[in-house]
C-alpha cells in the first residue's frame, strides 16, 4: 500500500488526491500496518527493511487511535474503526476476480448499503465476465 501511493504520488505530480484513509476493524491488521510505518520511518529495533524518512514525513498521531503520515505528496492515515460510518468519496475493499461478497469487510458494506451492492457486482460479471 505504502509503496503504491508513493509511486501515484510520484506519477501524478498534480494531482488534487491529497488524502488516503485506511480503516482497519481487526488487531492484527492494526498492528501490522503500525509495524510497517515503523520501517518506513527507519524506526530502530523495527523488524524489516529500513527505507528511512526519504520521501516519507514523521509518523504523527493527531487523534488517539490514529497514525498518519505524508508519503509524496499525499498523506496517508490509518485508523481503527468501522469503514461504514466514515463520510468518504470512495470505498476500496479487496475481493476476489467474482468480487466474492462473503469476506467479514464485503459483508459489512452490503448489510450498510443494502442489496445495490451485490446487484452492482452481478451485473458487472454477467457483463464482463470474472
Given at each position: 500500500?505504502?509503496?503504491?501511493?508513493?509511486?501515484?504520488?510520484?506519477?501524478?505530480?498534480?494531482?488534487?488526491?491529497?488524502?488516503?484513509?485506511?480503516?482497519?476493524?481487526?488487531?492484527?491488521?492494526?498492528?501490522?500496518?503500525?509495524?510497517?510505518l515503523?520501517?518506513?520511518?527507519?524506526?530502530?529495533?523495527?523488524?524489516?527493511?529500513?527505507?528511512g524518512?526519504?520521501?516519507?514525513?514523521?509518523?504523527?498521531?493527531?487523534?488517539?487511535?490514529?497514525?498518519?503520515m505524508?508519503?509524496?505528496?499525499?498523506?496517508?492515515?490509518?485508523?481503527?474503526?468501522?469503514?461504514?460510518?466514515?463520510?468518504?468519496?470512495c470505498?476500496?475493499?479487496?475481493?476476489s476476480?467474482?468480487?466474492?461478497?462473503?469476506?467479514?469487510?464485503?459483508?459489512a458494506?452490503?448489510?450498510?448499503?443494502?442489496p445495490?451492492?451485490?446487484?452492482?457486482?452481478?451485473?458487472?460479471?454477467?457483463?464482463?465476465?470474472?
Amino acid at each position: 500500500v505504502y509503496d503504491e501511493i508513493m509511486s501515484f504520488s510520484q506519477s501524478n505530480p498534480g494531482t488534487t488526491l491529497k488524502d488516503v484513509r485506511i480503516i482497519v476493524f481487526d488487531q492484527p491488521t492494526v498492528q501490522a500496518f503500525e509495524a510497517e510505518l515503523k520501517v518506513r520511518q527507519g524506526v530502530p529495533g523495527a523488524s524489516g527493511t529500513a527505507t528511512g524518512s526519504g520521501p516519507y514525513s514523521a509518523v504523527t498521531t493527531p487523534q488517539r487511535g490514529q497514525q498518519q503520515m505524508t508519503i509524496g505528496g499525499v498523506t496517508l492515515q490509518i485508523q481503527g474503526g468501522d469503514l461504514t460510518t466514515e463520510n468518504v468519496d470512495c470505498i476500496v475493499n479487496p475481493t476476489s476476480k467474482d468480487l466474492d461478497l462473503s469476506g467479514p469487510m464485503a459483508k459489512a458494506i452490503c448489510q450498510k448499503a443494502g442489496p445495490s451492492v451485490a446487484g452492482e457486482c452481478q451485473q458487472y460479471i454477467t457483463k464482463n465476465g470474472k
